[in-house]
């Protein structure tokens, strides 16, 4: 069964920083890419960022450009989100999310983590 | 970027009725559109995928269809675990985006 773990959120100042995790099991993680989506409060979702299989492809949106890196370490099934300049707008349930399909690039998000609750507030 | 319009906000129906859910891209996105459902407290799940193929394990009631900007996902026939709020997705072009959303809620 695939599962997905995500951790790291917490309460943090503007201008903080962060760094969230997904531990993947299941699977072979390093054949998936996988992304971040978030959920601010009673909002709908956003995707944030993508990560090939290899970690070389990376897509960010535009308003966590320069702000955030997505990575992962194949060796340890792990998914990662640093976050830097942190705003309040960045308020969310950060959600990972694996590609779904056989592998490799397919445009579809399944399953998804429980998600982590990162707040961003003085 | 391709914004994705969802309609109705909110659709309140009947156990066993018929839902019919809306999605209008700003561009051509070809076949490249998927759904999602989303359960309180819960993370979404996929539903259908490239507008009308159900993902594992989803009941045949769900079916998808559209092309080019306009698309609908569709319930025969209500079951009670299907309110929620509903998603759809593109992947035609980065970023990716999701519609706002629509409530299915019970009558």
């Known amino acids: 069964e695939v599962q997905l773990l995500e951790s790291g959120g917490a309460l943090v100042q503007p201008g903080g920083s962060l760094r969230l995790s997904c531990v993947a099991s299941?699977?072979?993680?390093?054949?998936?890419?996988m992304s971040w989506v978030r959920q601010a409060p009673g909002k709908g979702l956003e995707w944030v960022s993508s990560?090939?299989?290899?970690?070389?492809?990376?897509h960010n949106t535009d308003s966590v450009e320069g702000r955030f890196t997505i990575s992962r370490d194949n060796s340890k099934n792990t998914l990662y989100l640093q976050m830097t300049s942190l705003r309040v707008d960045d308020t969310a349930v950060y959600y990972c999310?694996?590609?779904?399909?056989?592998?490799?690039?397919?445009?579809?998000?399944?399953?998804w983590g429980q998600g982590t609750l990162v707040t961003v507030s003085s | 970027e391709i914004v994705l319009t969802q309609s109705p906000a909110t659709l309140s129906l009947s156990p066993g009725e018929r839902a019919t859910l809306s999605c209008r891209a700003s561009?051509?996105?070809?076949?490249?559109l998927a759904w999602y459902q989303q359960k309180p407290g819960q993370a979404p799940r996929l539903l259908i995928y490239?507008?009308?193929n159900r993902a594992t394990g989803i009941p045949a009631r769900f079916s998808g269809s559209g092309s080019g900007t306009d698309f609908t996902l569709t319930i025969s026939s209500l079951e009670p675990e299907d309110f929620a709020i509903y998603y759809c997705?593109?992947?035609?072009?980065?970023?990716?985006?999701f519609g706002q959303g629509t409530k299915l809620e019970i009558k």
């Open positions: 997705q593109q992947r035609s072009n980065w970023p990716r985006t």
């Open positions: 999310a694996k590609e779904w399909g056989a592998s490799g690039w397919t445009g579809w998000l399944d399953p």
């Open positions: 561009q051509s996105i070809s076949s490249y």
């Open positions: 990560i090939g299989g290899s970690g070389v492809r990376i």
């Open positions: 299941g699977f072979t993680f390093s054949n998936y890419p």
């Open positions: 490239d507008v009308s």
